[in-house]
Nanobody, 126 residues
């Protein structure tokens, strides 16, 4: 079983930056896709960014050019660097992983992932 633990969430001013992390432990996959998702109060969980074991990335249109997903395989850690943060980015952020390959068209869909972390809160004030 894979275990995921997010950290780094905080309260920041609009225009600021924040990096959140997701530590991966337990069983790991040689081929996988990992993603960052977020859920604001009263809204559905949505995909933000994804990366596969080959380093290919996907981003939601709302965060392109502002957010960067990356991974450090030596540390078994996934990152999300968030710049130019906006109040609309306020949400609980979750990481997720799925063994195997997910089509690029489907990587930002919640339904494609089996293992999830508990989330870390990001609050952006205006």
């Amino acid at each position: 079983q894979v275990r995921l633990g997010e950290s780094g969430g905080d309260s920041v001013q609009a225009g600021g930056s924040l990096r959140i992390s997701c530590a991966v432990s337990g069983n790991t996959y040689s081929s996988y896709c990992m993603g960052w998702f977020r859920q604001a109060p009263g809204k559905e969980r949505e995909g933000v960014a994804a990366i596969d074991s080959g380093g290919s990335t996907n981003y939601a249109d709302s965060v392109k050019g502002r957010f960067t997903i990356s991974q450090d395989n030596a540390k078994n850690t996934l990152y999300l660097q968030m710049n130019s943060l906006e109040p609309e980015d306020t949400a609980m952020y979750y990481c997720a992983v799925e063994g195997g390959i997910i089509s690029r068209l489907l990587r930002l869909l919640v339904s494609q992932y089996s293992d999830w972390g508990q989330g870390t809160q990001v609050t952006v004030s205006s």
